[in-house]
């Protein structure tokens, strides 16, 4: 709580501290498996800040000074904007107390603004030419928001399209075909907005082949709906995960403070299985329709290719 509310952030620290998000950033533009999703993403969502990489760009980093910097630390770091999340060993009464105790007279300030959700993103193309030796694809679509019902619907379908290594992509493109090493299937929730996708990378003379592959696995997706050994098996794969992940103290410290910060429910892992077993077939095509369904879906490229040389076929 020193750091938080004292910090001193002086000039020659700042300066060393910017060379390192300076090359943090120079590591992630040498991961074109990285970059991709940040290419979806500004392709998505635009200006909005959900379309912006969270290390920022490297002319702000540069120009960043102390004046800058105080002023978004004075009305960041505030009662308002405060979340503390523990989890493991913890008695809550002298958890409280320690709080109130470090955080008295500490500023209000005003309130995060997080009610300018885009519901429907732009839908695009955006071709990032680099001489890469794999060519590194996703394409995404609309999603759900945190708070929406269905998000334990989207995660079953998500773990059946591409999340495990039984789900149809990873069978289908990998396991029968040999095209790729790498392929999955992901969603991202955020407040009032959220995306689905799907990543892939593949020798440059094969991108186009597997884009096609994964544009006919959602269409029989659509078409043909699910099975319920499809259900079942994602079901207990997701729940087995929950389970995992609440031996965790980590885990479960993020989860408790995420739901609060979403302003969502704080449910416990036996309330999420539940809420998992309840998921139907009727469920996930309604949940599709709401997600790859909804709108035309955006493409981003990271490889050895020009804008012309790539595009989705418009059938999803």
Not at 95 to 100: D, G, I, K, Q
Not at 127 to 148: C, F, M, N, W, Y
Not at 167 to 172: A, N, P
Not at 259 to 274: K, N
Request: negative net charge.
């Amino acid at each position: 709580m020193d750091m938080a509310r004292n910090s001193l952030m002086e000039s020659g620290e700042i300066d060393s501290e910017r060379q390192v998000v300076l090359e943090e950033i120079n590591m992630h533009y040498d991961s074109p498996d990285e970059m991709v999703h940040d290419y979806l993403a500004n392709t998505l969502w635009g200006d909005h800040p959900i379309g912006h990489s969270v290390l920022g760009e490297i002319d702000t980093i540069r120009n960043l000074d102390r004046e800058k910097l105080s002023k978004f630390f004075a009305s960041r770091y505030v009662a308002s904007r405060l979340v503390v999340s523990a989890a493991g060993a913890v008695e809550h009464e002298r958890m409280c107390e320690l709080v109130e105790r470090l955080t008295e007279g500490i500023d209000t300030g005003e309130p995060a603004l997080r009610d300018d959700g885009l519901d429907i993103p732009s839908t695009g193309k955006y071709i990032h030419r680099k001489d890469t030796e794999q060519a590194h694809v996703s394409i995404g679509a609309r999603g759900l928001p945190r708070r929406h019902p269905d998000r334990f619907a989207l995660s079953v379908l998500d773990n059946i399209l591409g999340g495990s290594m039984s789900s149809r992509l990873f069978q289908k493109v990998r396991e029968e075909m040999g095209l790729v090493y790498s392929i999955y299937s992901f969603s991202g929730l955020f407040l009032g907005m959220g995306m689905v996708g799907v990543y892939f990378g593949t020798h440059p003379s094969q991108a186009e082949r597997v884009m096609g592959l994964v544009e006919e696995e959602l269409l029989l997706a659509r078409d043909q709906g699910f099975s319920a050994r499809e259900l079942d098996r994602a079901k207990n794969h997701i729940k087995g995960s929950l389970l995992i992940s609440n031996e965790d103290s980590g885990n479960r410290m993020n989860r408790i403070a995420k739901a609060e910060m979403s302003g969502g429910e704080h449910l416990t892992i036996d309330e999420m299985v539940e809420r998992v077993d309840k998921v139907t077939i009727d469920d996930l095509h309604n949940v599709f329709a709401e997600t790859w369904g909804k709108v035309g879906a955006s493409l981003a490229v990271v490889g050895p290719f020009d804008e012309d040389d790539l595009s989705l076929s418009g059938r999803i």
